[in-house]
Structure formats: C-alpha cells, structure tokens
C-alpha cells in the first residue's frame, strides 16, 4: 500500500495561498491521491482528488509531479474557516474494498 | 454537501449493553461504509455494504455488525459494548467502488462507553 508523509503543522496568513505538501513515493500507477480536510469535531469533507494531471476545483488545486512521488494541495486564498486537518491519502484496492486510509494529516492554522 | 445523516450524534453508555448506529442517505448511493476514528489511529473501515443484503468486513470488524435492509440506511451494532469501542463513528458513501469515485462523510456520531 503506498503511504503517505504529510508535516504534522502548518502556518498561514489569512488570504494567502496555503501550499500542503505530501509524499507518496511507492504510489502506483493506478492509484489515486486524494485530499480531504477535517475541520474539529465534523466529518471529513472531500475537497479534489487526481491520477496524473494537476486538477482544480472551487475549493483547491492539485499539483502532481511528473513521476507522481508527491503532489502538493493549494488553498489559493486562505481564510480562518479554512483551518482545519487536512489528509492526503492514495487510494489502493484491496480485499476490504476501496478504503479510505487516512493518515496523521497536516494541521493547517490559518492566522490574521 | 451529500445528504447524508448519522443518529444518534451523541451517546453515552454502559459496558455490555447493545448500541445500534443509524447511517441514512438520500443520495441513493450503492456503496455504504461505517469508519471509527481515534487519536493516533485515523479512520479506520469497519465494515462497508455494496448493496441490499451485502456487506463486508472492514479492517477492524471485530465487535461490530452491520445491516442493510434499504438503500438509504446503514445500521452498525455493538452487540455487548466495551469501552474499547468509545470513538467517534463515521459513515460514508460513494456512488461506485471504483478508485476514481469520492467518498462522501457524515457528521459523526460520538459513542462513550463507561
């Protein structure tokens, strides 16, 4: 299973652009990085997924390097409600189904 | 956001005694999964259903059951709870299996077992 290392904490000014990086070095070719946020004591909310190309939705973008070893998830303007523990996860198959596998995530603070 | 709601969203019990789950979606999704997430632990998958009638262990199925009579309800039962299974529950759904498909999150349902 490709895992995947996030820093533990992150700062940033309100209004600027949050940049979360995230390692998956043993990803395969067929698996998916996805990016979820989970804001203190709600469900995690989905916020953009990719396979190889970089994506962008309402929320974030997703950049995704060349060999796919890592990617990084931009806020482009951060606001404080966008504070919150933010997950990188790589979607693999395995015999329990399609599991989301979370791991310690980045807690981003997002400061005035 | 996906319509999707957990009962109860709190609950307090004792040890030993049977606690059921409820999962209700009106998205009418096929895939259906139940998660417990601790401190130092993430989510994990308990068990998860691919349709009526069909389910599956997850990960850290031990304790738990699982039933599905309808599309829109996902029930998870603690046949005899331990403290053990004190946690936040979440359920998910997703409209496919497949790699590429989002999984969508309820609010959570916080379980004290004393």
């Known amino acids: 299973d490709a895992k995947t290392t996030q820093p533990p904490s992150m700062d940033c000014a309100e209004g600027r652009a949050a940049n979360l990086p995230c390692n998956h070095s043993?990803?395969?070719?067929?698996?998916?990085v996805y990016w979820y946020r989970q804001i203190h004591s709600q469900g995690p909310q989905y916020i953009i997924h990719?396979?190889?190309n970089n994506e962008t939705n309402e929320m974030a973008s997703l950049i995704i390097t060349e060999d796919r070893k890592s990617s990084t998830l931009i806020l482009p303007h951060a606001t404080l409600r966008d504070t919150a523990v933010y997950y990188c996860i790589v979607r693999h198959y395995n015999n329990a189904g399609n599991m989301l596998t979370f791991g310690g995530g980045t807690r981003l603070m997002v400061k005035p | 956001d996906a319509g999707i709601t957990q009962s109860p969203r709190h609950k307090v019990t004792e040890t030993g005694t049977p606690v059921t789950l409820r999962c209700h979606q009106t998205e009418n999704h096929r895939y259906m999964y139940w998660y417990r997430q601790d401190p130092g632990h993430g989510l994990r998958l308990i068990h998860y259903s691919y349709g009526v009638k069909d389910t599956d262990k997850g990960e850290v199925s031990d304790g738990y059951s699982v039933s599905r009579s309808k599309t829109e309800d996902f029930l998870l039962t603690l046949e005899s709870a331990t403290s053990s299974q004190t946690s936040v529950y979440f359920c998910?759904?997703?409209?496919?299996?497949?790699?590429?498909?989002?999984?969508?999150f309820g609010p959570g349902t916080r379980l004290l077992v004393l």
């Open positions: 043993t990803i395969s070719g067929n698996e998916y």
């Open positions: 990719g396979l190889k």
């Open positions: 998910a759904i997703s409209e496919s299996a497949r790699r590429e498909e989002t999984q969508y």
